[in-house]
């Protein structure tokens, strides 16, 4: 195996696509320096050439990311665990045909079965969502435990988000009607009573006791950010007369906003805390359960979100878990860089966010987000009525796909369904539009060879995670200048593979960990193809054991073209495979 070992250096070089081909004496490719922002020391950054043949020696094994380790033997062909539609699709079309943005799919009445939850990870699920708005805890435990049964069972890789429901005014469940449609003129009764028997009809409950007295006649009563709208016409004690001036559909714990004067209404709302007593024991259930991520609703400030990871380390020590922050409110668009800063991911949760801005704002706050996650190294999930249509329909609206489009134009890290795959009608084909959507984006960029103008800015925190960051960041140029079939990286922690997704490069990321957590977790990021395998320190070792078992799957070929790095070494490797 031949290979080129650099460190934080460019090229200057034609694009050959076989180093194999070259004369021995022209294997060392020319590299010139990049200015860097801090002394280069040359000890810690060895330029080599070396070919090795030996067998690979024995490696670490992780179980399950628990940290207990021992020394194992070179495992058999079959050792490596490898997304089951990821290499269906690599053995089928090739590097070039994987998806870079991932999918998030809510699970509800209508994808909860084992069937139904295989048909969307064969579909393109890299993660599903449970929503803590509906359903009880035994219903989403059975959801969390059939998906992990699949990933174990069936060879996929996807993690699982909870999301809390937060403090904010929503309704009722309706009385366990699924639905239920307000029409232009009639009139419905919002109350802060219960009802021991079944509600009413046009009757909804409110979570918030202050309802009654915050709003006034004449204020504006909008549903799940306008889906239905209504006028306060009368009070009466504990029960708002409402009438409908924009019919629509509604839905179970839908959120409720009430505007006056053309503004938000806030008042006491604003006081009420962002985690609610009942989200403190979904999340004690989201850490026993083991999920991935939880996503914790209208965040204010950084403080909710930093209390909240002390919250988990304290309950669950070593446990890894990441903290999305869901930005859908007038305060967490005031806190923005600082909530993503202390989030371990975001979530424009465009729905409420126009429930609290002006419906023209979306657009331009969406871009901010994004924008800003990638360039503090943070995924970045776009959510809410991507496909709504779908619920009902079985094809998208034009508007929707030019929607969808943009946002994997922007180079979001994910895009998410909500009602589209938790009730619709059609949810398998709500996410093949997604799908198909984001490859002819993708391929697009490529084909058109689009450059970026957004800059990424120093996110290290520490010399060595600056040595790391610059490694990715020269490691994606080169891959982009040498047109490379994929990048390899060597990650126990998920970090130096964070840092590669970050630099968007134009081939496919495959992310080795020892870690089944780190594994999922890093299904969520952009343009990462997240292996498990045990490995070494021995970078050599590594690379003979992994072109082993992948070729062994037919997953790549002798001449394809990587490269190879790790946050163990400091280094870059760039090879033909064996």
Same mark, same amino acid.
């Given at each position: 195996m031949s290979a080129q070992s650099i460190h934080l250096l460019s090229p200057s070089f034609p694009s050959p696509r076989s180093l194999s081909n070259l004369p021995a004496s022209s294997r060392l490719l020319s590299f010139n320096p990049i200015n860097l922002p801090f002394p280069l020391r040359r000890s810690a950054f060895p330029l080599s050439c070396s070919c090795s043949s030996s067998p690979a020696s024995p490696v670490?094994?992780?179980?399950?990311?628990?940290?207990?380790?021992?020394?194992?033997?070179?495992?058999?062909?079959?050792?490596?665990?490898?997304?089951?539609?990821?290499?269906?699709?690599?053995?089928?079309?090739?590097?070039?045909?994987?998806?870079?943005?991932?999918?998030?799919?809510?699970?509800?009445?209508?994808?909860?079965?084992?069937?139904?939850?295989?048909a969307l990870?064969?579909?393109?699920?890299?993660?599903?969502?449970?929503?803590?708005?509906?359903?009880?805890?035994?219903?989403?435990?059975n959801v969390i435990r059939q998906v992990r049964k699949l990933n174990e069972e069936k060879g996929f890789a996807v993690a699982v988000m909870m999301d809390t429901e937060g403090s904010e005014i929503h309704m009722g469940d309706l009385g366990g009607a699924p639905s239920a449609k307000a029409e232009d003129g009639e009139i419905w009764t919002f109350t802060v009573r219960s009802f021991n028997s079944p509600l009413p009809e046009r009757t909804v409950n409110v979570n918030y006791d202050g309802f009654t007295e915050d709003v006034r006649i004449g204020d504006e009563l909008l549903v799940d950010g306008g889906m239905a709208r209504f006028e306060v016409i009368e009070k009466v004690g504990p029960d708002v007369k409402c009438r409908c001036t924009d019919p629509g559909l509604l839905l179970p714990r839908a959120n409720l906003t009430f505007w006056r004067d053309g503004s938000l209404v806030r008042e006491r709302n604003a006081l009420l805390p962002t985690i609610? !007593?009942? *989200?403190? %024991?979904?999340?004690?259930?989201? /850490?026993?359960?083991?999920? =991935?991520?939880?996503? &914790?609703?209208?965040?204010?400030?950084a403080e909710v979100v930093n209390h909240l990871k002390s919250y988990i380390a304290a309950r669950c020590p070593?446990?890894?878990?990441?903290?999305?922050?869901?930005?859908? !409110?007038? *305060?967490? %668009?005031?806190?923005?860089?600082? /909530?993503?800063?202390?989030? =371990?991911?975001?979530? &424009?949760?465009?729905?409420?966010?126009?429930?609290?801005?002006?419906?023209?704002?979306?657009?331009?706050?969406?871009?901010?987000?994004?924008?800003?996650?990638?360039?503090?190294?943070?995924?970045?999930?776009v959510a809410s009525q991507l496909l709504e249509s779908m619920i009902e329909y079985p094809i998208p609206t034009r508007a929707e796909v030019a929607d969808v489009s943009e946002a994997v134009r922007q180079r979001a890290d994910a895009l998410m369904l909500s009602g589209e795959s938790a009730m619709g009608k059609y949810p398998e084909k709500a996410l093949s539009v997604l799908r198909s959507v984001s490859l002819r984006i993708e391929r697009w960029w490529?084909?058109?060879?689009?450059?970026?103008?957004?800059?990424?800015?120093?996110?290290?925190?520490?010399?060595?995670?600056?040595?790391?960051?610059?490694?990715c960041n020269s490691a994606a140029k080169i891959a982009n200048n040498l047109g490379v079939d994929a990048v390899f990286v060597y990650t126990k922690t998920g970090h130096m593979a964070s840092l590669l997704s970050r630099c968007r490069p134009d081939c496919p990321i495959f992310a080795f960990t020892t870690s089944t957590t780190v594994r999922r977790r890093l299904n969520l990021q952009w343009g990462l193809i997240p292996f498990r395998l045990g490995f070494s320190d021995d970078m050599e070792s590594n690379l003979n054991r992994t072109f082993s078992l992948l070729k062994a799957r037919g997953m790549i070929?002798?001449?394809?073209?990587?490269?190879?790095?790790?946050?163990?070494?400091?280094?870059i490797q760039v090879m033909n495979v064996p």
């Open positions: 670490l094994s992780t179980d399950n990311g628990s940290g207990s380790s021992s020394v194992v033997t070179q495992a058999s062909p079959s050792a490596i665990d490898v997304d089951a539609v990821t290499e269906a699709e690599l053995k089928e079309n090739g590097f070039r045909s994987t998806r870079r943005t991932k999918l998030v799919c809510t699970v509800g009445p209508a994808t909860c079965g084992a069937e139904q939850l295989e990870a064969v579909g393109g699920m890299n993660v599903a969502r449970v929503n803590m708005c509906h359903g009880t805890r035994e219903w989403h435990r609610s !007593s009942k *989200d403190w %024991l979904d999340i004690d259930f989201g /850490i026993a359960e083991g999920v =991935d991520f939880i996503a &914790v609703s209208f965040v204010k400030s070593g446990c890894e878990i990441g903290v999305i922050a869901k930005i859908e !409110s007038i *305060d967490s %668009l005031r806190n923005l860089e600082e /909530i993503i800063r202390a989030s =371990d991911g975001a979530m &424009v949760a465009r729905g409420d966010m126009g429930a609290q801005i002006l419906l023209e704002q979306v657009p331009a706050f969406q871009q901010k987000i994004v924008g800003l996650c990638r360039q503090l190294n943070k995924p970045v999930i490529r084909e058109e060879k689009r450059t970026e103008a957004l800059e990424l800015p120093e996110v290290a925190s520490s010399f060595s995670d600056r040595i790391s960051e610059e490694i070929q002798s001449g394809d073209l990587v490269i190879a790095l790790s946050d163990m070494l400091q280094s």
